[in-house]
């Protein structure tokens, strides 16, 4: 969990969760990967709370 900073969340990940989209301050469990090529953050193993 970050301290309110913005994530980003790619849709794949937003449909292995079995979620149609997100909305604005939906609040969500995930987990922080690191894709290996870029080196960028995002955020996997979405779950709705």
Do not use: P
């Not at 969500?28 to 953050?41: A, C, F, I, N, P």
């Amino acid at each position: 969990m970050t301290d309110g900073a913005d994530v980003f969340v790619h849709i794949g990940a937003v449909e292995r969760a079995g979620l149609r989209d997100l909305r604005e301050r939906q609040k969500v469990r995930y987990e922080l990967t690191q894709d290996q090529r870029s080196g960028k953050s995002s955020a996997d193993q979405l779950k709705e709370i």
